[in-house]
Structures are given as C-alpha cells and as structure tokens.
C-alpha cells in the first residue's frame, strides 16, 4: 500500500491535484472525492429532538501538573434524525466528540488510539502547542496505531476544539465526526460574573445530509439540508428565563452560517476564537465560517415563561429551511450574572511589523494559495520566531450569477500556533465582526482582510489553510516554518 506521502507525490505528479477544481474532484485517490447523494434526504421534522451537551471526558488520570485521557476513533451508531441509525466516525463513541475541560498551567495528555479504516491526524484547533503534537496533514496515525498528545495549555481561556487534520482527509473526517470540545478556563475569566455552569452552553452547529436510510452521506453543502446543532437534527433546548453564555462553533465542513434569531433580537457578544473580548459588543447576527466561534451572553428572560425562540440561519438557500433550532423558555430562575463592561485587559499594543506578505486564495482551476495547492515537502513561508508580520489575503473568487449557491466562493484563513489580530476588511478599519484575538477569519467573494500576528511561541513546522475543509483537503493550504 502506498503511504499518504507517496500517494500524494504520486497524485501531484500526475497533475491530477491541478487539475481539478473542488466541485468536480472525482477518482478514488486524494483528494477525497464527494460521493455523489444516491438517496434522497431524509424529511425534515425540526425541533423532534431535544438538544444534548456533549458530554464531559473524565480524566484517566490526573496530578496537579497534568490531565491524562485516553480516547478511541472508532465507528458508532447515532440517531441524527429521529427515528434512523448513522454510522458516524466519533472519538470515544460520541457525536460529536466528548468534550474536554482544561485549565490555564494544567498540561493535558491525550492517548488517542485509532480503530478507524482510514488515517487520522487530531489538531486542537487554537491551540498553542509544538509542532511535533499539533497533528499536522501528514504527520498521522494509521488505522490500529496510537499517538499521544500532549497540549502546554500555557495561553487564556477560550473556546478550542479538537478536530481531524489527516491530509486530503479531513473534511470527510470530521464530517462524518471526528470533532469535539476542548474548551480552556483560566483563573482570571472564573472570576467573572458570566453565566456559568448550567448556564454556559456549546453550540456546535453544522450541515448534513442524512439518507432515507439513515447514512449520513459526505457531499457538497448545497446538497446538505440537515442542520446539526450537538449532533441532533434541528433540536429544541429548554432554557429558563435567564442569561446564558452560549458558545458557537460553525464546525461545517464547507458552509457559512448567518444566524440570528427570528425575532430581531440583540445579544452581547463577548469572546472570539481567542477567548474573551476587551469589552462586550451588542449583535443581531453571526456571519461565521467553518472553524469561527463565538460566545454570546442570551437573556431568555425577555420572553415570557412558556415562549419559543428559533435561531435562524440567513444564509440558507431559498430550498432550505433557515431554522437552527429552538429555544423554548421555562420559568424565570434567579440570575446574578452579568456582562461586565471591561471584560479582559486591554492587549499589550501589537509590536511593529517586520514583515509583509500577500495571500490568494482561489477555487478554480484547483483550490489555491498564490497559485499552488499544499506540498508538505515546500516551505512556503518562513517565518522568525517572536517576530510580528502582517498579511494581506485576498479571496479573488468573483461573486456567484445570483441565485446559486456561493458556498464554494467564501474562503476563510486559519492560522495554527497563534492568534491574529484582524487589521482591516475591504481597506476599511476592522469592524465588530472581526474583533478580538482570531485563528480563522471569514473571507465573502471579493473580500479581503489585513492580518497581523506574532510567530511563536515555539518554532518548528506548521500550516495555514482554507477552514472551509473540502478547500483545505483539495489543498487550499500553505507551510510555514518557525525558525529561531
Ligand atoms: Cu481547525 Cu488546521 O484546523
Ligand atoms: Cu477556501
């Protein structure tokens, strides 16, 4: 059997990689092709199931240095949609994946063992780890092998998640899975009054397509009219009349979310990708692509007991449904939370940049960075440890003719081992949207940003990519090289 390496030496050679564009990738070798939807979607009943949290992993071991796990890929069956059996690829057995608790100067140490047919690589998606444990494309564990993470935990709280990385792979890998929670607390960000607890809710939302028989199928999002939010097909959760934090995750493979509640109503949002922001801001809607997440503080206090509130995704297509989900709003329940105005320390002010560099990102001929698609053995950009430099990434994909899906033409740009700061869009100063500390900003077609970041904190090898995974699998992907 050919190892991935060769395989995609094999494939570049052949130019097949080049030659052809996301939409029409075909044949049996990477990248991995969409399989074409033989059945019809399952009917969609919203709001038939009740929304689960995903679970919390236990610990196999602990000290008060460490935080020891132990989790198997393996396949499971889950209900997605009430009344048929998936087959999922899940960590632990779960869908989506368990959810992992870690705090600020706590290492933690995960024993992932791959039971699964296919090869897996596990990043953790914000994290702020060395390169030998950030689960790059081609650095994988092969079915009936075993790998052992471990994760410093030395930045602030935020919103993480773990998530296949497996070159050519991972877009049908944690499409049909292989994603979870790994969310990070820190003294500092206990010590406020946000809702916590039972109050402090993820919301991991992606698309789907499952069969009238139940198979949850890997294909093009516009061909994907189920709409996931904790593995459960368009679920209702019962709140009471209260705030509550919720964290957003847009963990689609290939689509952007524009969510907002039918009735208009406005939130506070008051974290990012990197954790919280300096201070709150108030929203109507999230435009958000696959790896974004935001944390918004809700008060369901201002519907009555006994009323109903849907989250909506405005960027549906006309033939689907734009509900998410519901929240039905129980009884009132003391609350001494609250969203305080200064939220984090105002950041230590950017040093200047010594370095500047451009990025396209393109869909055809073949999904892009200034022309190329990913070659693990090309470093693409080497980059000083400790040194601040600002990019300007183009998304140079036209606007789609009206009316069809576009979900092709957004790009996003995902950076591992740092946050950014987004400086600009379109020329303009970055607004409300783009604020905070980032690891992946949302590219519309046409669109660009200006971003600036600071390499480190270690060196070694890693990657930035496309979030939008069926991009990132056909090769939307760059290397960059830390050196000291
Ligand atoms: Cu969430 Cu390199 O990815
Ligand atoms: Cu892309």
Redesign the pocket.
Known sequence: MLNRRTALKTVAAAGAVALFPWERITGSSAPKAYASATADPAPIIPFAHAMPVPKVLAPVSSTPASQTYELRMREAQTEIVKGLTSTVRTYGGCFPGPTIRAAQGREVVIRQINQLSVDTAVHLHGGHVPSAHDGLPMDTIAPGAERTYRYPNEQRAASLWYHDHAHHLEAENVYLGLHGLYLLYDSYERSLPLPSGAYDVPLVIRDARVEVDGTLRYTRPSDCPHMLVNGKERPYFKVAARKYRLRVYNACANRYLKLRFADGAEFTQIATDGGLLERPVKRTELVMLGGERVEIVVDFSRYGPGASVVLENAGAQPSERPEVMRFDVGAVTADQSYVPTLLAPEPDPLPSPTVQRDFE?R?FPA?TINGLTYDPDRVDVTARLGATEVWTIRNVDVPAEPGKPDFHL???FHTHLTYFRVLERNGAPAGVRDAGLKDTVALGPGESVRIAMTWGPYPGQYVYH?H?LG?SSGG?MGRVDVVA
């Open positions: 990102l869909t999904m957004w790009h996003s496309c939008q991009h939307q």
